[in-house]
């Protein structure tokens, strides 16, 4: 079993900077995937960023520019926000997987998840 907690969300004014953190405990190993995911009030959860086991990174475009996803080693993952818009504000998920497949658009493909963590863009 692996658990995940994220941690580092809060308040900001349009432009401002954050940075989530995001710590896994448990089974995980190297060959896990990990990611940012993201829900705003009444919307589906959508993914921000993926970054593999070899460090390959993908992002949504909407946050192309802006965000970096980093993980310094197998259980520690980073979120730095920049230039951040009043549209960024969601709950954030840090999520891991060990599925063969997953995808930065199908959070169905991502099978352990942290509780969030809000963020809020004022403008």
């Known amino acids: 079993q692996v658990r995940v907690v994220e941690s580092g969300g809060g308040s900001v004014q349009a432009g401002g900077s954050l940075r989530l953190s995001c710590t896994a405990s448990?089974?995980?190993?190297?060959?896990?995937?990990m990611a940012w995911f993201r829900q705003a009030p009444g919307k589906e959860r959508d993914g921000v960023a993926t970054?593999?086991?070899?460090?390959?990174i993908k992002y949504a475009d909407s946050v192309k520019g802006r965000f970096t996803i980093s993980r310094d080693n197998i259980r520690t993952l980073t979120l730095q926000m920049n230039s951040l818009k009043p549209e960024d504000t969601a709950l954030y998920y840090c999520?891991?997987?060990?599925?063969?497949?997953?995808?930065?658009?199908?959070?169905?493909?991502?099978?352990?998840w942290g509780q969030g963590t809000q963020v809020t863009v004022s403008s």
């Open positions: 999520a891991a997987s060990s599925l063969m497949g997953w995808t930065l658009t199908n959070d169905l493909t991502w099978n352990y």
């Open positions: 448990g089974s995980i190993d190297s060959t896990y995937a």
């Open positions: 970054i593999d086991n070899v460090g390959n």
